[in-house]
């Protein structure tokens, strides 16, 4: 699974604001759905999942809602702070029976003081 | 506790040269591996994963081959690097799939 040939979408905020982030998935069959969250110049680092038998599970400052009737999952960080300015990617595993993930194209989030 | 290195952090090669990027993980045995390309401002494209010493599953047909002569050693490699290879390049690992990937904190790969 890949996410390539596209510039990434952009969302700016305001310090405080609270961001949205929407990924659509493309498998009915997926399981498992995990963001990251890319700093400049860093691997991917895990923020939130959640399984497909959930609807929303909240973190800190994280929001992760997941609709399996459209195959839609968001994220929500409240408070945003310049610290959250990232990439975020969000990924999706099957259930069973293979050994990757498949990841969305991602979205910049850029956050201005 | 796992952990995941990756080296070198940063690498500027000639065209032509041979690569040999490596990645290591610690605290785990028998971990898939993957490596993964990302080229400025984009997404993430799988290149490799491997479930096993020995065996590699190949994503994109190209100029680059990988190898995993150990079972916590997963190794990038190119006989003659070409400029469409620039890119930053991540090593991940997971033990279960339905868990996620950890990544590694990547080397960046300017073909010049």
């Known amino acids: 699974g890949e996410s390539v040939g596209l510039h990434l979408p952009t969302l700016s905020v305001q310090e405080g604001d609270n961001s949205i982030i929407n990924c659509a998935y493309s498998?009915?069959?997926?399981?498992?759905f995990i963001w990251y969250k890319q700093e400049s110049g860093k691997g991917p680092q895990f923020i939130i999942d959640?399984?497909?038998?959930?609807d929303k599970r909240q973190g800190q400052r994280v929001t992760v809602l997941l609709n399996k009737t459209v195959k839609h999952l968001s994220l929500q960080i409240a408070a945003t702070q310049p610290g959250d300015s990232a990439v975020y990617f969000c990924?999706?595993?099957?259930?069973?029976?293979?050994?990757?993930?498949?990841f969305g194209k991602g979205t910049m989030l850029l956050v201005s003081p | 506790s796992q952990t995941i290195h990756q080296w070198p952090a940063t690498l500027v090669q000639p065209v032509g040269s041979p690569l040999s990027l490596e990645c290591t993980v610690e605290?785990?045995?028998?971990?898939?591996l993957y490596w993964y390309r990302q080229a400025a401002g984009r997404g993430l494209q799988l290149l490799f994963y491997?479930?096993?010493?020995?065996?590699i599953s190949s994503e994109v047909p190209q100029n680059l081959s990988a190898s995993r002569p150990q079972d916590r050693q997963f190794i990038l490699s190119s006989k003659k690097l070409l400029l469409s290879d620039s890119g930053f390049y991540l090593c991940?690992?997971?033990?279960?799939?339905?868990?996620?990937?950890?990544f590694g904190s990547g080397t960046r790969l300017t073909v010049v």
């Open positions: 991940a690992w997971s033990l279960n799939i339905n868990y996620g990937y950890t």
């Open positions: 498998n009915s069959a997926s399981d498992y």
């Open positions: 959640i399984r497909s038998n959930m």
């Open positions: 990924a999706e595993g099957p259930s069973s029976g293979y050994s990757t993930l498949t």
């Open positions: 605290g785990t045995s028998n971990p898939n």
């Open positions: 491997s479930v096993g010493i020995g065996q």
